[in-house]
């Protein structure tokens, strides 16, 4: 019994777990925000203009693409295609197939920033984000906000979280979860 009790708390956290990585499914009020899953082609082309503290800037990473400084999220002045990613995150890694290709598209009329919120320390160091970043062809800039102060910017709840800006800096489009390439073209499309 004690066996069947142990396996039902195991389970139940690592539900819970998944839980965290995806957030309560709960889009902000007055948003546009898509499901986890759009492939039925659900994305809106919209989404509310209130996202909180921005622009902000954050610290980027020297890695394959980007350089060591600072980035204002979103860029002035131009469209701006945010990634929030973990290295930890399966759907994040799904998710850099598609952003590799629409930079390789749209890189030169619109920004691609992705930033992950992890904190160093714990066995994450620096080298372990720009290796991740390395191994799954990033070639734009990579940020770091240990704060997690841009994710509640755009009101993040979950990852990957995507989220497209016009050139004005208004968010035109957000997604929680593995956006199909389709869509997030469309969003882009709408703002280069």
Same mark, same amino acid.
């Given at each position: 019994?004690?066996? $069947? ?22 889009? @902000?009020? /007055? ?11 659900? &994305? ?41 990613? &973990?290295? %930890? ?8 197939? @598609? ?21 160093? /320390? ?9 290796? %991740? %970043? &390395? ?12 704060? @997690? ?5 755009? $009101? ?16 035109? %489009? ?5 956006? @199909? ?12």
């Amino acid at each position: 019994m004690r066996r $069947r009790a142990l396996l039902s708390l195991l389970a139940g956290a690592g539900v819970a777990g998944l839980a965290g990585c995806l957030g309560d499914g709960a889009a @902000s009020e /007055g948003s546009a925000e898509t499901t986890a899953d759009d492939s039925a082609g659900t &994305a809106s082309a919209t989404a509310s203009p209130d996202s909180g503290d921005l622009p902000l800037v954050v610290d980027t990473v020297e890695a394959q693409g980007s350089s060591a400084g600072e980035a204002q999220i979103p860029v002035a002045g131009t469209p701006t295609v945010l990634d929030l990613f &973990a290295t %930890w995150c399966a759907p994040c890694v799904a998710q850099m197939e @598609s952003l590799r290709t629409l930079h390789d598209e749209f890189g030169d009329d619109v920004a691609f920033v992705s930033v992950t919120n992890e904190r160093l /320390g714990g066995g994450l160091t620096m080298d372990d984000i720009r290796d %991740w %970043w &390395a191994e799954h062809d990033g070639n734009w800039t990579v940020g770091h906000d240990p704060d @997690s102060n841009l994710m509640r910017a755009v $009101r993040a709840n979950g990852l990957p979280y995507l989220v497209v800006f016009d050139a004005d800096g208004s968010i035109t %489009w957000t997604h929680r979860g593995l956006a @199909s390439e389709e869509n997030l073209r469309a969003a882009v499309e709408d703002v280069a």
